[in-house]
């Protein structure tokens, strides 16, 4: 009986699907394997069981004691996670880790020494994270540990199982390119030596246990909440919580920010920033999938008291200068890895370095979200400077690392997260977005941030238009007793209510005007009217409303229904990440992939060019609609969030979103890079179209540089077409070129029929 803990998108759950069949193919030994993991769409625990015997298995449950048992993160040891205790005694321990015997020695827990050294567990230690870097397979060190296993295990004759492993290899990955089949099989000879049997001090039998630090501080209910329900769960033990500790959530709510507590050390290598060659421009933050890198502007007596690792710079130019100081703050432990920032740094001011040597950095991160005050006449939504000075709240989420949909979530909480309401389809968003107890979704200082709830595909669009009907009529009801004292209240409390008035249609000026109202109205408790204003307080401000979801939803099973809102021609936000895919359910083709894309259900590549859904929402006339791709321009990004906020009806954004599983030539580190080479290729077209301009059409993209058929080798689902069916590919590639030529001249005709 076997457990391995792993990390998910690490690829350990396939090495383990792989191994159980090898030995269930190749052995005359009978196999079981339960694979057991959290919704995070990467980054999470996986924890995979495999049984294998003579005899036939009947044990429909987890292995609780296993002979062997390995933990392919080393982030897991820290965190104190009980796995070693898992191994039977005489039992294998594999750690997977970048330390030495001493640095492991100095992150074990007393309990899990204790165990070792009594238990007499045959410690084994490998360096698989270096392995796998030095050969260009990244982060995924599946293939080396699964290499390893077989070699401790004995299952089978070690030159046997390495045989059946690179055959497994070429069989899994040749879709991918004969460059990562080589890989896998390097992989696979290295593993099998790789390891180091270590020897067990003898003081580990008396290991003391230490002090378990301070308390976990935060708002009240987050707190409760966390200690009550999500430190369980993200041990893995989350069975053991009794019914009653879910009773504060019978209605279905949990507290917002919970994502910030758990702090999962799960990246090899994170961003060191340089403060001297940094020319503050924040795109790095402006990209961010996870919010983990954020800049600060810190006034003199906020730097002296900052934490000594910090590092700062005077502000170079524009607001601030001569008055603040420039922080660059980041968040080791939450971190993903992806790179994004360092690779669209103008100045190559960052680095990517080792997560054991930017430890010091969490607590200059930490001190900078606490004790550093927003400096809001440095904020600015219509900047891609000023906007990353405002707080994010979306942060830590479980979305893959370099995830796009995240990124553009993430900029819009900035902006309007503190009167947001979002109605999120099923589907990566909702995973990434709302995973019970550990909401990403945050709150400000004065407990304000995004609302948001989850609706099925079919009814999602109008689920998020009952809402804002439902918050407009009573938010229109309060208005007219608001009236009421505008007209005959005495001069403070009508003028306060005039304001009000004034800004109603404003979300951001109406927000300061609705603040300025209840106090004044607190000031009156024997006024009758005043206090019915006051029990619908919450709903006086405008609210900004956003329907999100996936093009799987947008362009297919929920159509209808979107259809439907936006012919509703009420104010509402529609924002769509089209990864061109449905992403969440394993790559099956939509209405938005592309001719010659290979998905599920397109096997042979799609026939049919995708949907246009934004032509179709403009024939309304009426509608707001943007086709955005942030790495290829984030300026036309943010002003098309603005102006969809802004326009008084509703709105639609589709913004391209590349994905994991379009296998993206260097991995999800190139995500921006990709989305520019898309727009200057003529892949994907950026417009907007705003019914309240005299001229509503604007075309963003150039007209494209070639390159169409580079491109589409630059991603797996679709150069793997040529490898299967290279003559299709060749008509298929042809036919999706001169489609994507005859779409931009359709958008230069369009544009020239709008002036």
């Not at 709240?393 to 902006?415: D, P, V, W």
């Not at 895919?581 to 209405?591: D, F, I, L």
Request: proline letters at 4%.
């Amino acid at each position: 009986e076997c457990k391995f803990w792993g990390l998910g998108g690490d690829g350990t759950v396939g090495a383990n699907k792989n191994s159980i069949k090898i030995i269930g193919d190749n052995t005359n030994k009978y196999v079981q394997a339960y694979f057991q993991y959290d919704s995070k769409k990467t980054g999470g625990v996986t924890i995979s069981h495999l049984r294998f015997g003579d005899h036939p298995i009947r044990s429909p449950y987890y292995i609780n004691m296993a002979d062997f048992v390995a933990c392919h993160n080393p982030s897991y040891i820290t965190k104190g996670y009980k796995m070693v205790q898992a191994v039977k005694p005489g039992g294998v321990f594999l750690v997977n880790s970048q330390w030495t015997f001493e640095e492991l020695e100095r992150h074990l827990d007393a309990e899990a020494k204790r165990y070792i050294a009594k238990n007499r567990i045959r410690l084994v230690m490998i360096n698989a994270i270096d392995l796998a870097q030095s050969i260009g397979m990244g982060k995924r060190t599946n293939t080396i540990l699964q290499s390893a296993f077989f070699s401790l295990a004995k299952v089978m004759p070690e030159a046997e199982a390495i045989g059946h492993m690179k055959d497994a290899a070429t069989s899994s990955y040749l879709k991918k390119g004969q460059d990562v089949v080589d890989m896998n099989h390097k992989a696979i000879d290295l593993g099998a030596t790789a390891y180091e049997i270590v020897a067990i001090p003898e003081s580990w039998a008396t290991a003391e246990d230490k002090d378990r630090g301070k308390p976990v501080g935060g708002r009240p209910a987050t707190v409760k909440m966390v200690e009550d329900i999500l430190f369980p769960v993200a041990r893995m033990d989350g069975d053991s919580l009794p019914v009653s500790a879910f009773v504060p959530h019978a209605d279905g709510t949990f507290e917002l920010g919970a994502a910030a507590y758990e702090k999962r050390g799960v990246a090899v290598n994170v961003p060191e920033w340089n403060e001297n060659t940094c020319i503050q421009c924040n795109r790095c933050a402006y990209v961010c999938p996870h919010a983990t890198i954020r800049p600060f502007a810190l006034s003199g007596q906020e730097l002296a008291a900052a934490p000594e690792a910090t590092k700062s710079a005077p502000i170079k130019a524009g607001k601030g200068k001569g008055e603040y100081t420039y922080a660059m703050a980041i968040s080791p432990l939450d971190c993903m890895g992806c790179g994004i920032c360092v690779n669209i740094c103008p100045t190559n001011s960052l680095t990517m370095m080792s997560l054991e040597s930017q430890g010091a950095q969490q607590a200059v991160f930490n001190y900078m979200v606490s004790e550093v005050a927003e400096k809001k006449e440095l904020q600015d939504n219509k900047t891609v400077k000023g906007s990353q000075f405002k707080q994010p709240m979306l942060e830590f989420s479980g979305s893959c690392a370099g995830c796009a949909e995240t990124s553009y979530a993430r900029l819009i909480t900035q902006i309007y997260g503190d009167h947001m309401i979002i109605s999120n389809a099923t589907g990566c968003s909702s995973i990434w977005g709302g995973p019970a107890a550990t909401s990403p979704y945050t709150v400000n200082k004065e407990g304000k941030g995004p609302a948001w709830v989850n609706s099925l595909f079919e009814d999602n669009a109008e689920h998020g238009l009952g809402i804002y009907l439902g918050q407009k009529k009573l938010r229109d009801d309060l208005a007219e007793k608001v009236k009421i004292l505008a007209e005959g209240a005495d001069a403070e409390t009508a003028e306060a209510a005039r304001a009000y008035l004034d800004t109603y249609c404003d979300g951001g000026a109406n927000q300061a005007a609705a603040s300025r109202l209840i106090e004044t109205l607190e000031k009156n408790p024997s006024c009758d009217i005043c206090r019915e204003i006051l029990s619908g307080k919450d709903y006086l401000n405008k609210k900004s409303v956003w329907i999100m979801g996936g093009d799987g939803w947008a362009f297919d099973i929920g159509y209808g229904g979107l259809d439907h809102v936006l012919a509703s021609g009420e104010d509402v936000n529609v924002f769509v990440f089209n990864t061109e895919v449905y992403s969440n359910t394993g790559g099956q083709a939509s209405k938005a992939s592309n001719i010659g894309q290979v998905a599920q259900f397109a096997a042979a590549g799609k026939e049919i060019k995708s949907k246009s859904l934004a032509e179709l929402a403009m024939t309304y006339g009426y509608v707001y609609v943007a086709q955005v791709a942030m790495g290829a321009n984030l300026e036309q990004t943010l002003k098309a969030i603005n102006e969809a906020e802004a326009y008084p009806g509703p709105s639609l954004i589709i913004a391209y979103s590349p994905c994991e599983m379009h296998s993206i030539k260097g991995g999800m580190v190139n995500c921006q890079v990709e989305m520019k080479k898309a727009v200057e290729c003529g892949y994907w077209n950026l417009f907007r179209f705003n019914p309240a301009l005299e001229s509503p059409f604007t075309l963003d993209s150039k007209e494209p540089v070639g390159g169409y058929q580079d491109f589409l080798m630059n991603e797996a689902r679709y150069s793997r077409l040529t490898m299967e069916f290279p003559e299709r590919a060749e008509t298929l590639f042809t036919a999706a070129e001169e489609n994507a030529k005859a779409r931009y001249d359709h958008l230069v005709k369009l544009k020239k029929l709008y002036e």
